[in-house]
């Protein structure tokens, strides 16, 4: 599903890569010391900052170039992106409908992390709007997850709902994710940076 | 202590107290922030009636059909009360009001209690209004100070008051204004309920029709979210003075040469394309061209220009409801030139902030706008030329924007 070869990213004083990495699914652990490229490698397949050198590619499309192979990554962020006055509903609509599924319905998923659809994202807690934030990632079902730090902030139930989402697409999506510590859900790879 | 309305325990203080203790507490505060205000009116009013003869033009207004009066009735009570938001946050959230929440009396008469000070940032909107008699102003005010009172609280009751001033004019202003004091017990439970604490839930429609309309639905809502009275007055402003300056034009102008002025009338709105842009980079802190999005460069400036046209909607329908634009080919003259403005500007905003992440306006956006407008007013001929100008530089914001 996602495949990177040869990327590089120099992001300040940052020099990552080159870097080659193939996941078709499963869940793989990236860990690293502060500072070892884990965000910036992940923004870099997101598309989201510029790579240096090297391809990324989805279902064989690169997200730099083509918006549907970027619509098949749903991401993450360390820190907040979405708009803050958007709802939580309003929040997962749109990806939705970015991602071209304005059918895709998060109810169930928006229920099952206990978060008031009607809630506003910048008057929510940082947890809230966390959970917040992978409702509207996994809105269209994209088959590539990048989750950066995503598990930090959630409270214990959001962390098993996750989880347990996690586990039981292992076999049809790939995802990558960053966790300080031992991995929340059992991981197919682990890959270290630094 | 819980803050539950009109159900409290204990002696009932006299209402004329709590109004006398809110006045000391507030009315110097609703003075000091009404003032600047007020005084620029003054002098406003002062300059224009050297050259206008307001005595003839209420005379005017009072003899027009009673849907215009009504209009007018309702957007200065609209206008008025939005304009005011802030000072009457002061007044009802500020410090100095806080002791007033704590007061064991009804919702009405913590409204009624309220009054004496909100109805000083009305003084202007009731000032306007003599237009429309002495009585009709006195009820616009009153419905312009709850206006302001419950959009504060972000109360939907603001339109309802709006509304209720819409009525007042002729011998019902009475009516109205009694209307609006028996609704003082809804506005009281809305100032309690929108208290900063309150916090009242958004619900909002989403229309579900794919990434462009998703876009332009993100930034609508973040401009209306954060500036609402804004938003409130550039929805009436343009389109009611557009339709008053066409009136003016089609009575002055030659038949040949009113399809220019339409054009001169967009055009003179060209800043609002590149302000509004600007506006949304301001809310969205540059996420507003995330490249992350899995949007096409095509979509991107697509949702663009449909947020800059938006602000334009209102102009160009003032023009068509004056029934003046000079028929199919004025329209399109008219269109052209507000597809130009918000072209420019997008490929403005998207040169500044592909280059930088900046929030500001855009300068050669502002140059640009203002040099179309004038070579659009020159000739109609200028048509042809506007368009490919504006393919161009949408093309150059697609560029930008991939």
Known sequence: MIAVTGLEVHYGALRLGPLDLRLDAGIVHLVGSNGTGKTSL???????IPRSAGTVEVDGHDPERDATARGRIGFVPAAPELPG??????????????????????????????????????????????????????AGDPTVLLLDETLANIDVRGREVLCEWLDRHRGDRAVILTHHGASPVRPDAVVTLG | MPLTGSKHKGPRPRTTHVILLLSRALVPTAISRTMPGALALLFAISQVSAM???????????????????????????LG????????????????????????????????????????????????????????????????????????????????FAGLAATATGPWAVLSALAGVALLGPLGRALRDGRPLGQPAVRTAWLRRGPVLALVQRDVLGLW????????????????????????????????????????????????????????????????LARGLPVSPGERVMALLGTALLPLGPVVAGILVAGTANGPLGAVRVATVALVLASLAAAALLGRTTQRH????????????????????????????????SAGAATLAVRRAG
């Open chain 1, 42 to 48: 992940l923004r870099a397949m997101a598309a989201a």
């Open chain 1, 85 to 138: 006055f958007l709802t939580v509903d309003e929040a997962w609509r749109m990806m939705a409908d970015l991602r071209r599924r304005p059918d895709w319905d998060g109810t169930e998923l928006r229920d099952a992390f206990d978060l008031p659809g009607a809630q506003r994202l910048d008057r929510a807690s940082t947890g809230m709007r966390r959970k917040a934030e992978v409702v509207a990632a996994l």
């Open chain 2, 52 to 78: 206008v003869d307001f005595p003839g033009v209420a005379v005017q207004v009072q003899a027009a059909p009673i849907g215009a009066r009504a209009v007018l009735a309702g957007a200065l009570a609209l």
């Open chain 2, 81 to 160: 009360g939005l304009g005011s938001i802030g000072t009457y946050r002061v007044l009802l959230y500020g410090p100095r009001a806080g002791f007033a929440w704590r007061m064991p009396v009804g919702d009405a008469a913590l409204a009624g209690a309220f009054g004496t000070a909100l109805l000083i940032p009305a003084v202007p909107t009731g000032v306007c209004a003599l237009l429309l008699g002495p009585i009709p102003a006195l009820a616009v005010m009153l419905l312009a100070a709850m206006v302001g009172a419950a959009g504060a609280a972000r109360s939907p009751w603001a339109l309802v």
């Open chain 2, 225 to 288: 979210r954060t500036w609402p009275a804004t938003v409130a007055g550039l929805a009436v402003v343009p389109g009611v003075l557009a339709w008053l300056v066409q009136g003016a034009l089609h009575r002055t102008w030659p038949p040949s040469a009113i399809s220019t002025g339409s054009v001169l009338i967009v055009g003179a709105f060209g800043l609002l394309p590149a302000a509004t842009l600007g506006a949304v980079a301001k809310v969205e802190r540059g996420a507003q």
């Open chain 2, 358 to 389: 900046r929030e500001d306006l855009v300068s050669h956006g502002i140059a640009a706008s203002v040099f179309v407008t004038l070579v659009a007013a020159i000739s109609p001929w200028a048509t042809p030329p506007l368009l490919a100008l």
